[in-house]
């Protein structure tokens, strides 16, 4: 038999393999891409991150445990960007990207800025943290997805807020003069 025959006969199972790879690299993630941004006193910020659901899950202190390093994402870390210095509950961060952790606790989280923008959810990349602030967890209205939204904006500062279930983990931003 020729080679081009049998290119020929193999080509229609090429064509359905390659078929079948590209239908599942475009269904639809569990976890959706979402955007939040917000420009305070010419100050672009924004945070990228994909929203897990809730289903009926216990959230923090069982899904997410108490004390361990989580990023508040799925599949990536959540990540980070703003175009000009600021401070994050009265602490300074330089204009970058950095991707987003945090370690829960029923009474004060710490969230974490790493220079290491671009991580895997589970892999936190140790001895790159560019920031650590403390924040104290507020409850609210429960949230299916995980979101992100800054629901005050005022002339030089605004609030940024992770809500999740009955979670709410407020950050207060500033824009440095």
């Known amino acids: 038999m020729a080679a081009s025959s049998r290119m020929i006969r193999f080509a229609p199972l090429a064509l359905c393999i390659a078929a079948a790879v590209g239908a599942q690299s475009s269904s639809p993630r569990k976890s959706q891409l979402a955007t939040v941004s917000q420009t305070v006193a010419g100050v672009n910020i924004e945070m990228l991150y994909r929203r897990p659901v809730a289903r009926g899950r216990a959230l923090f202190g069982t899904l997410v445990p108490w004390g361990k390093i989580w990023t508040p994402s799925a599949d990536s870390a959540a990540r980070f960007t703003v175009s000009a210095p600021i ?15 945090t370690i829960p606790d029923s009474a004060s989280w710490t969230v974490i800025f790493s220079s290491t923008a671009a991580a895997f959810h589970l892999s936190y990349p140790t001895g790159h943290d560019v920031l650590r602030v403390r ?26 807020q992770l809500h999740w279930g009955t979670t709410i983990v407020p950050l207060a931003i500033r824009t440095v003069p």
């Open 87 to 101: 401070t994050i509950n009265g602490s300074a961060l330089a204009a970058g990207t950095y991707s987003v952790w």
């Open 135 to 160: 924040a104290t967890p507020l409850r609210g209205d429960h949230v299916e997805s995980l979101l992100f939204a800054f629901p005050m904006v005022d002339a030089d500062s605004a609030q940024l």
